[in-house]
């Protein structure tokens, strides 16, 4: 069974463009969170889909960020434009339960 | 709200010898509790995890976590370390129902001696 894939796996930006990172969950996995570690911190929550809707986007830090998931399957999550503080790792992850969540091997996301 | 403190931000431990990582959280319930392990160039892989029930959880690669309501503590152990186990280690949990969001502690990244 395939795990969580993440494309791509590092993007290097300018400051003020804008970047689309894409998450592919394990298949039958109807919840899908994002989460993001920048700087060496915590890794903090975003935001998790059940199916194609947003159960919970309280972690979203700003309107810059905008995830989507259309037809429940896998998500983006577009940075626009991009700041300088948002490099970091970020993860994606999906669950069965709603509980128990695996996560895929995170995108680099550099903003110069 | 909800915190996860994992005190010790470093570790090194000689191959062989055995390893406890702290776990310290504040709730106002018992959560439900993971550990994760990330090596070098990989995401987060799943150790173990505490819903309920018997307070000594066991994982995979040897890994073992006990559960003490008493401490809030959720504490990681593994009797002997081999030089594959050097990787950062997060402790995280979340509530027993509603939000599933995870909060994480900050990780402890653990280094090992030959």
């Known amino acids: 069974e395939a795990g969580v894939t993440q494309f791509p796996s590092h993007s290097v930006i300018e400051k003020g463009q804008t970047v689309t990172l894409r998450c592919d969950p394990i298949?039958?996995?109807?919840?899908l969170y994002w989460y993001r570690r920048v700087m060496g911190k915590e890794i903090k929550f975003l935001l998790h889909?059940?199916?194609?809707?947003?159960?919970?986007e309280s972690g979203m830090p700003n309107n810059r960020f905008l995830a989507e998931r259309t037809g429940g399957t896998y998500s983006t999550l577009k940075v626009q434009p991009a700041e300088l503080e948002d490099s970091g790792v970020y993860f994606c992850a999906s669950s069965l339960t709603g509980v128990e969540q695996y996560f895929g091997p995170g995108t680099r996301l550099t903003v110069t | 709200a909800q915190s996860v403190t994992q005190p010790d931000i470093h570790i090194t431990v000689s191959e062989g010898a055995s390893l406890e990582l702290r776990c310290n959280y504040s709730y106002g319930a018992t959560p439900y509790l993971f550990w994760y392990v990330q090596s070098p160039g990989q995401g987060l892989q799943l150790l173990l995890k505490?819903?309920?029930?018997?307070?000594l959880v066991q994982g995979i690669k040897g890994f073992e976590a006990e559960f003490k309501r008493s401490q809030s503590s959720f504490n990681l152990r593994k009797p002997s370390v081999h030089w594959s186990d050097a990787a950062e280690y997060f402790c995280?949990?979340?509530?027993?129902?509603?939000?599933?969001?995870?909060?994480f502690g900050s990780g402890t990244r653990l280094q090992v001696q030959p």
């Open positions: 889909f059940v199916k194609e809707s947003k159960q919970d």
């Open positions: 505490y819903f309920s029930g018997d307070t």
């Open positions: 298949s039958g996995h109807d919840n």
């Open positions: 995280a949990v979340c509530m027993d129902t509603g939000r599933r969001a995870l909060t």
